[in-house]
């Protein structure tokens, strides 16, 4: 199949938009976990914030793991691009569909990384890995 400048040229902006949004989402988490870990160490936190603090470092394997995977997948898919514009036109279409969610996934986890909402970090993460999840599964 002959691969289209168009369509390779649209997944890969896709790809690195997504790449962007991941290393800044992991950059600034890395910076606000930095920032209230000196709090927590000065014992400068109240209460409430302790416990959102604990809830950040109890989750940050789980965020670590899925800016991984997803990094890894990007990545993967950016050394691969012609190929995956080769798929069949359902697996474009699945390929599409997952693309954008990743997308929406990254930039809404940049938007409220600042404002420290770790359980809901967390539940879009969780979304995020049932989309790649149902991606995979389906044979792509």
């Known amino acids: 199949a002959v691969v289209s400048t168009q369509s390779t040229g649209k997944y890969f902006s896709m790809i690195l938009e997504i790449l962007k949004n991941i290393d800044t989402f992991s950059t600034?988490?890395?910076?606000?976990?930095?920032s209230k870990f000196e709090l927590y160490?000065?014992?400068?936190?109240?209460?409430?914030?302790?416990?959102?603090?604990?809830?950040l470092v109890g989750a940050m394997p789980y965020?670590?793991?899925c800016i991984t995977?997803?990094?890894?997948?990007?990545?993967?898919?950016?050394?691969?691009?012609?190929n995956?514009?080769?798929?069949?036109?359902?697996?474009?279409?699945?390929l599409v569909k997952f693309l954008k969610a990743s997308?929406?996934?990254?930039?809404n986890l940049v938007t409220i990384?600042?404002?420290?909402?770790?359980?809901?970090?967390?539940?879009?993460?969780?979304?995020?890995?049932?989309?790649w999840n149902n991606f995979i599964s389906n044979g792509v």
């Open 28 to 34: 600034e988490l890395a910076v606000v976990a930095m």
């Open 41 to 55: 160490k000065d014992r400068k936190l109240r209460s409430r914030q302790r416990q959102n603090f604990c809830t």
């Open 63 to 65: 965020f670590i793991q």
């Open 69 to 82: 995977l997803s990094r890894t997948f990007m990545n993967s898919s950016i050394d691969n691009v012609e």
């Open 84 to 94: 995956l514009v080769n798929f069949e036109f359902d697996h474009n279409q699945d």
């Open 103 to 107: 997308l929406k996934c990254f930039e």
């Open 113 to 131: 990384v600042s404002q420290s909402k770790w359980v809901e970090m967390g539940r879009f993460l969780s979304c995020y890995l049932e989309k």
